[in-house]
T-cell receptor, first 115, second 112 residues
């Protein structure tokens, strides 16, 4: 089954404790992206990757890191989480388009709470 | 700058009634447009998309949307709502660089 998987689905942590949220897709997509969803703000892009070893900042990158060492995986790293990073996080992937966005496929989401 | 506006934060409709969710976008070029649905505790699922051609597009679950360039709108419609349609709906515009810009979402409640 074609899918995007994320782990963990739920996470409660404390301020300053490094964490990683994993994302994996099995559709051979070049493009992958991380979003955070907050009430009243919709989804905002954190980081994205056009292909292996190519990553770039989205609209809200502060406090996050990513890496793309393999095509299928795109982990999101919070090196020192803070309470304002409490949110619902989505990973998405798509085939890379030479122009505008293609349909993106979304993971189930990770609900993160930072105390 | 590109943006998407969904004017209605919440909408409540009775089961069996018709539905229209509004979406307006701001983008300098011809847009790619999407509607996604997020059921409680779930990820986002694509309902339909518009790239070019016929301005009335059909999607899954009985939804349709109409692109109106003159109004910069891409409103989502369904003739008869079912209780299972209760969810949050997001309109998005696809811009250069493979990026999606999302609206803030509209939460649909269905009264039985």
């Amino acid at each position: 089954e074609a899918q995007v998987t994320q782990n963990p689905r739920y996470l409660i942590t404390v301020t300053g404790k490094k964490l990683t949220v994993t994302c994996s897709q099995n559709m051979n997509h070049e493009y992958m992206s991380w979003y955070r969803q907050d009430p009243g703000l919709g989804l905002r892009q954190i980081y994205y990757s056009m292909n292996v070893e190519v990553t770039d900042k989205g609209d809200v990158p502060e406090g996050y890191k990513v890496s793309r060492k393999e095509k299928r995986n795109f982990p999101l790293i919070l090196e020192s989480p803070s309470p304002n990073q409490t949110s619902l996080y989505f990973c998405a992937s798509s085939f890379r388009n030479s122009g505008r966005a293609n349909e993106q496929f979304f993971g189930p989401g990770t609900r993160l709470t930072v105390l | 700058a590109q943006s998407v506006t969904q004017p209605d934060i919440h909408i409540t409709v009775s089961e069996g009634a018709s539905l229209e969710l509004r979406c307006n976008y701001s983008y300098g070029a011809t847009p790619y447009l999407f509607w996604y649905v997020q059921s409680p505790g779930q990820g986002l699922q694509l309902l339909l998309k518009y790239f070019s051609g016929d301005t009335l597009v059909q999607g899954i679950k009985g939804f349709e949307a109409e692109f109106k360039r003159s109004q910069s709108s891409f409103n989502l419609r369904k003739p008869s709502v079912h209780w299972s349609d209760a969810a949050e709906y997001f309109c998005a515009v696809g811009i250069y660089g493979n990026k999606l810009v999302f609206g803030a979402g509209t939460i649909l409640r269905v009264k039985s």
